[in-house]
């Protein structure tokens, strides 16, 4: 069965660190993009990443020089290393498949890891 | 950066209603163009990419359409578990949601 089961998250300060895993099953993450997503409460879903299968990362602005996506072939699981945490990143985060190119859309989701940063 | 619009941002409808949601790039995007589904407490669902193809599994009732700036998700014929907040993504330049659609039961 293909599946996304993230974790990692919980309850951090403002300034504070915490890193995220998606780990997969019945699919090769190197072989295929990831991205993760998050949704703050009452808000809507905001992209926070991408790595592509080349290993080449991107981020949104919101996050760029604080967060850290990478990918562990030999664990079949990727990461996002989050830095400098703020309260606007209280959030529940997805990660999520991406589409065989040259579609590039997320296909098979996680349920979600809440991060909550708070004093 | 480009920006999604969605409209409306809520909507009231009746099972087996014809419903339509807009979405408007800032610029034009290709059939760059993705739908989303989301439930409170799931994961959110793809409908459909590039515009105008079906997921796999999802059913027809649930169509797109459009290019350049201006999209429209169609649903045909309403059924319970439709309702649901929708999101449009584009995906030409990097990735944007648009703000999303509050589909309720009227």
């Known amino acids: 069965e293909v599946q996304l089961v993230e974790s990692g998250g919980g309850l951090i300060q403002p300034g504070g660190s915490l890193r995220l895993a998606c780990a997969a099953s019945g699919f090769t993450v190197r072989n295929i993009y990831m991205r993760w997503v998050r949704q703050a409460p009452g808000k809507g879903l905001e992209w926070v990443s991408v790595?592509?299968?080349?290993?080449?990362?991107f981020y949104a602005d919101s996050v760029k020089g604080r967060f850290t996506m990478s990918r562990d072939n030999s664990q079949n699981t990727i990461y996002l290393q989050m830095n400098s945490l703020r309260a606007e990143d209280t959030a529940v985060y997805y990660c999520?498949?991406?589409?065989?190119?040259?579609?590039?859309?997320?296909?098979?989701w996680g349920q979600g890891t809440m991060v909550t940063v708070s004093s | 950066d480009i920006q999604m619009t969605q409209s409306p941002s809520s909507l009231s409808a009746s099972v087996g209603d014809r419903v339509t949601i807009t979405c408007r790039a800032s610029q034009n995007i290709d059939t760059f163009l993705n739908w989303y589904q989301h439930k409170p407490g799931k994961a959110p669902k793809l409908l459909i990419y590039t515009a105008s193809s079906l997921q796999s599994g999802v059913p027809s009732r649930f169509s797109g359409s459009g290019s350049g700036t201006d999209f429209t998700l169609t649903i045909s014929s309403l059924q319970p578990e439709d309702f649901a907040t929708y999101y449009c993504e584009q995906s030409y330049s990097m990735y944007t949601f648009g703000q999303g659609t509050k589909l309720e039961i009227k």
């Open positions: 999520a498949r991406g589409l065989s190119p040259p579609h590039d859309a997320l296909d098979i």
């Open positions: 790595i592509y299968s080349g290993g080449s990362t």
